[in-house]
């Protein structure tokens, strides 16, 4: 767990924190190069009240140990 989710899971109130790590497992990191899928939460990031779909972001793939382009997804 980062330093950020820590700090929403310490400080906001519990509703909050609890649709905050929801909303944030709810959206997917989809490797380029494998295809490998992880929700932004378990990548230790925070996504919420978004909307942008099929945005590219740079992310560490855990099955190809690489730095890699990586598309955000919604679940669903």
Same mark, same amino acid.
Do not use: D, H
């Given at each position: 767990?980062? +330093?950020?989710?820590? #700090?929403?899971?310490?400080? #906001?109130?519990?509703?909050? @924190? %609890?649709?905050?790590?929801? =909303? @944030?497992e709810?959206?997917? #990191?989809? $490797?380029?190069? $494998? &295809?490998?899928?992880? @929700?932004?939460?378990?990548? &230790? *990031?925070?996504? +919420?009240?978004? @909307?942008?779909? *099929? /945005?590219?972001?740079? &992310?560490? $793939?855990?099955? $190809?140990a690489? %730095?890699? /382009?990586?598309?955000? =997804?919604? /679940? &669903?």
């Amino acid at each position: 767990m980062t +330093f950020i989710q820590k #700090l929403v899971l310490t400080y #906001l109130p519990q509703s909050w @924190s %609890n649709a905050i790590q929801a =909303e @944030s497992e709810s959206w997917l #990191l989809r $490797c380029s190069t $494998c &295809g490998t899928a992880r @929700s932004v939460w378990e990548m &230790g *990031g925070i996504r +919420f009240k978004a @909307s942008s779909v *099929g /945005k590219m972001v740079w &992310g560490r $793939c855990p099955q $190809c140990a690489q %730095n890699r /382009k990586m598309t955000l =997804e919604r /679940k &669903g």
